[in-house]
């Protein structure tokens, strides 16, 4: 079956900008995740939604980064005012609900800020 | 706050020879842990999990681990390396309790497999 998808794959802009970064996760799974890494470092978790409602978003850098998951299946990252320090490959992933799950990553949106 | 802690950013290994990728972690109650592998421009892939049954866990591709609570250790292993192989690691560690949270994630170990 169709396994998690993120568009774009590649998204370049300017400092100041504002972008968006979509997430389509596997069909059924309740759980979805974001994640940003940076280069030479390992994935950084950023928020997890369990149906259409935010967990955790404790890993949310500051206020410039939000997300929504608004029917419980297709997510957006929503990045206000980039800086050059967002520059990262945006990773997302979704598992099937509340226990620990495997958690089945996305190619990843990488993400340039110029 | 938990943590993990990859030993090498880099591994160099000869094809056929054994492979161990070391990885430690912290947490303050038992925790589920996670390896996955990252090809060049691919999404990262599970390779196998410990969630608290037998400690000696088998995974894709020929790669097990070792979970070993009095060392705070799950070393990832493979004995004999395959040049398909070569990839980023990366050992991660689940929230206290098992929750469905974000993992916590080491930086990685790049594998290199010489021919």
């Known amino acids: 079956g169709a396994g998690v998808s993120q568009t774009p794959s590649n998204k370049v802009t300017e400092k100041g900008k504002y972008v968006e970064l979509r997430c389509d996760p596997i069909?059924?799974?309740?759980?979805l995740y974001w994640y940003r890494q940076s280069l030479g470092q390992g994935p950084e978790f950023l928020i997890y939604?369990?149906?259409?409602?935010?967990?955790?978003d404790s890993g949310l850098p500051n206020d410039r980064f939000f997300a929504v998951r608004p029917e419980g299946s297709v997510s957006t990252l929503k990045i206000q005012r980039t800086e050059r320090g967002d520059s990262a490959v945006y990773l997302c992933?979704?598992?099937?609900?509340?226990?620990?799950?495997?958690?089945?990553f996305g190619p990843g949106t990488r993400l340039t800020v110029l | 706050a938990q943590s993990v802690t990859q030993l090498g950013s880099h591994v160099s290994v000869s094809e056929g020879a054994l492979v161990l990728l070391r990885c430690n972690y912290s947490?303050?109650?038992?925790?589920?842990l996670f390896w996955y592998v990252q090809y060049p421009n691919q999404g990262l892939q599970l390779l196998l999990k410990?969630?608290?049954?037998?400690?000696l866990v088998k995974g894709i591709n020929g790669f097990e681990a070792e979970f070993k609570k009095s060392e705070t250790s799950f070393h990832l292993t493979k004995p004999s390396a395959h040049m398909s192989d070569a990839a980023e690691y990366f050992c991660a560690v689940s929230p206290p309790g098992g929750g469905a949270d974000g993992l916590t994630f080491g930086k990685g170990t790049h594998l290199i497999i010489q021919p």
């Open positions: 992933a979704s598992s099937p609900g509340l226990a620990v799950d495997t958690q089945y």
């Open positions: 947490s303050s109650v038992p925790p589920y």
């Open positions: 410990y969630t608290s049954a037998a400690t």
């Open positions: 939604f369990q149906g259409t409602g935010a967990a955790d």
């Open positions: 069909s059924g799974h309740t759980a």
